[in-house]
């Protein structure tokens, strides 16, 4: 049985987390009125709640996917050929296989999507540089400069995009949001979406958001 707990209260945002193989996290989400929770959305969850809450201290699974394109860029995409295709993909990792991307995948993906990186190198943003940062604009929406103030509050100095090595075809990978510690990140290192990776609870959690 697939349980879903609901750990934040009626509040402005309502949110809840499943434990799952992500394509049964979808449907446990979707069946009790939630949806993925957005990079956006979980920025203001975090400085809604506090940065000892549950939801910031534990990590999760969002809306936006990784699209690594096979001549080496790497783009964050608001446009999820993963949420579209989540029992594929759960299954390609449960094989410890990447999710290719058809050319008409790639070209949707990129519609709504910023450039992060031109030779799929890792990045790192400075928290006090985040009202001004292009990424931290589109990762976080109207959230950015407050998010990034909150962070340094927490004594959070940066927040690192962590990318997979290149491959001769385009795949996505599905982001995986650090929680707060000495730094955050934005994870694309692991194909753990059906089970496989640091085990239940590690980085197995989708989170979902309803208001």
């Keep these: 049985m697939v349980n879903l707990i ?4 009626p509040k402005e945002m309502v949110s809840a987390y499943v434990e799952a193989p992500f394509d049964t996290a979808l449907k446990t989400l979707k069946k009790n009125n939630y949806r993925l929770i957005s990079l956006e959305e979980n920025a203001k969850l975090i400085m809604q709640e506090g940065k000892d809450a549950y939801c910031s201290i ?62 799929a190198d890792n990045l790192k943003i400075p928290t006090s540089d985040f009202k001004n940062n292009k990424i931290t604009n589109y990762v976080f929406g109207k959230y950015a400069e407050q998010y990034g103030k909150f962070l340094i509050e927490a004594g959070i100095k940066n927040m690192s995009l962590y990318f997979p ?38 980085n197995l959690r989708s989170r979902g958001v309803k208001k």
């Design 58 to 119: 534990n990590g999760n699974w969002v809306k936006e996917d990784f699209i690594h394109i096979k001549d080496k860029r790497v783009y964050l995409s608001k446009n999820s050929p993963i949420c579209e295709n989540p029992e594929k993909t759960t299954a390609c990792h449960k094989k410890y296989q990447e999710f290719y991307l058809t050319n008409e995948q790639v070209e949707k993906s990129l519609e709504n999507s910023i450039l992060l990186s031109k030779d």
């Design 165 to 202: 090595y290149p491959n001769d075809k385009s795949f996505a990978r599905k982001v995986w949001f650090r929680f707060l510690g000495e730094w955050i990140d934005l994870d694309g290192g692991n194909w753990s979406l059906g089970y496989r990776g640091w085990g239940l609870g590690g």
């Design 6 to 9: 609901q750990d934040v209260k």
